[in-house]
């Protein structure tokens, strides 16, 4: 559930689920703006994602990991519709 709390700093955000929720969010919020997708479209996302260059050697293959990983198509029920991610 989505709240006003603040998450503290964490260096290394492919420790915890809820950065990746927290992303799973920002692009369906996204996608409910755009009203081209049509129910049963499968909507191919791109995330242009940034490290601070003094992180960026120790933890881009980590983050490409947790962001892309192998999950496939994922299936979300967000706002009472069905998207295919």
Same mark, same amino acid.
């Given at each position: 559930?989505?709240?006003?709390?603040?998450? $503290?700093?964490?260096?290394? %955000?492919?420790?915890? /689920?809820?950065?990746?929720?927290?992303?799973? !969010? =920002?692009? +369906?919020? &996204?996608?409910?703006?755009?009203?081209?997708?049509? $129910?049963?479209?499968?909507? %191919?996302?791109?995330? /242009?994602?940034?490290?601070?260059?003094?992180? !960026? =050697?120790? +933890?881009? &293959?980590?983050?490409?990991?947790?962001?892309?990983?192998?999950?496939?198509?994922?299936?979300?029920?967000?706002?009472?519709?069905?998207?295919?991610?």
């Amino acid at each position: 559930m989505l709240s006003e709390n603040r998450i $503290p700093y964490r260096r290394d %955000k492919t420790v915890e /689920p809820r950065f990746f929720i927290l992303t799973l !969010f =920002a692009i +369906l919020l &996204e996608i409910e703006t755009n009203n081209q997708v049509a $129910p049963g479209d499968i909507i %191919k996302v791109q995330l /242009p994602i940034g490290l601070p260059p003094k992180h !960026f =050697a120790e +933890l881009y &293959e980590k983050y490409e990991a947790f962001f892309k990983g192998d999950r496939g198509v994922l299936e979300v029920i967000y706002n009472d519709r069905k998207y295919q991610i």
